[in-house]
């Protein structure tokens, strides 16, 4: 499993292993129960934002980082399709409709998990867990072993994609 809040900032290296930039944003196609990552935004060097294909150049993401396929100088840069959208711009900290629950939510994280060599959006985590992973890890950590410690174990909020409907439609 991988979250939203911990994949952004992490660095991106080409195949030789250069660093070439750090991850801002992922973007997803909507039109599938669970989504597919389709493309990798990048803050490049001198601040430059970049956008490329996922299934093309992406080879691997880890707790490290992102690791491209080719070298900088053989990547083809993509464009946000009209079916895409960003997970940190358009998703993580806004509000959404939980159509199961039938009440408006906020997002606080995205959780994704890694299915034969694809990165797909599960759903949001809507809790305070998504709230204290998105100030640090270290944060949610402590905080989960005192509620552990305590007796009082703090679960996940999970709503799958298939149960959401954004608010803002721009």
């Known amino acids: 499993m991988y979250y939203l809040t911990r994949v952004l900032g992490k660095p991106v290296s080409?195949?030789?292993?250069?660093h070439i930039g750090t991850i801002s944003d992922l973007a997803i196609a909507t039109g599938e129960v669970?989504?597919?990552?389709?493309?990798?935004?990048?803050i490049g060097p001198d601040k430059t934002p970049f956008m490329i294909s996922w299934r093309k150049y992406v080879e691997a993401i880890d707790d490290d980082g992102?690791?491209?396929?080719?070298?900088?100088?053989?990547?083809?840069?993509?464009?946000?399709q009209p079916d895409e959208v960003l997970l940190a711009r358009d998703l993580l900290r806004k509000q959404i409709v939980d159509t199961q629950g039938k009440k408006v939510v906020r997002v606080q994280d995205?959780?994704?998990?890694?299915?034969q060599n694809q990165l797909r959006l599960l759903g949001a985590e809507v809790?305070?867990?998504g709230t204290l992973r998105g100030f640090s890890p270290r944060v949610e950590s402590v905080v989960l072993r005192?509620?552990?410690?305590?007796?009082?174990?703090?679960?996940?909020?999970?709503?799958?994609?298939n149960y959401m409907d954004l608010l803002d439609r721009d």
């Open 14 to 18: 080409d195949a030789a292993g250069t």
């Open 34 to 42: 669970f989504p597919r990552v389709t493309a990798l935004a990048l």
């Open 66 to 80: 992102a690791k491209l396929t080719v070298p900088a100088a053989d990547l083809r840069f993509s464009y946000l």
């Open 110 to 115: 995205l959780e994704l998990s890694e299915s």
């Open 127 to 129: 809790g305070i867990r």
């Open 146 to 161: 005192l509620a552990d410690m305590m007796n009082r174990p703090l679960p996940e909020s999970i709503i799958a994609w």
